[in-house]
């Protein structure tokens, strides 16, 4: 329990330092660009390759795989290039309350 409080302790103290650090938005915003290119680049190899999968062979376990693969795609999208998105504007692209 002991070393589980020195790392939160620690965690803190580098987060702190980070959000002092004038260069900070700078990189974040670096990051979370590298994330969008990242997640198009990934979304695109699945679905080509789901696609190719899915095409060659037309039954109920390739189905299976589509959805799944869907599924994995999906999440990929939103956590590399929605949220990567919102981190970067502050917003969705639909968001209505947007500037």
């Known amino acids: ?33 590298l994330e969008v290119k990242v997640g198009f680049f990934l979304a695109f190899l699945c679905i080509f390759f789901m696609g190719a999968v899915f095409l060659s062979e037309l039954n109920w376990n390739n189905l299976f795989k589509f959805v799944s693969i869907s599924f994995f795609i999906a999440c990929i999208f939103y956590f590399f290039v929605l949220d990567g998105y919102k981190k970067r504007y502050g917003y969705f692209p639909w968001d209505k309350r947007a500037p």
């Open 1 to 33: 329990m002991k070393k589980i409080n020195e790392l939160f302790e620690r965690l803190k103290m580098v987060l702190n330092k980070e959000q002092e650090n004038p260069f900070y938005e700078e990189r974040d915003e670096w990051v979370v660009s």
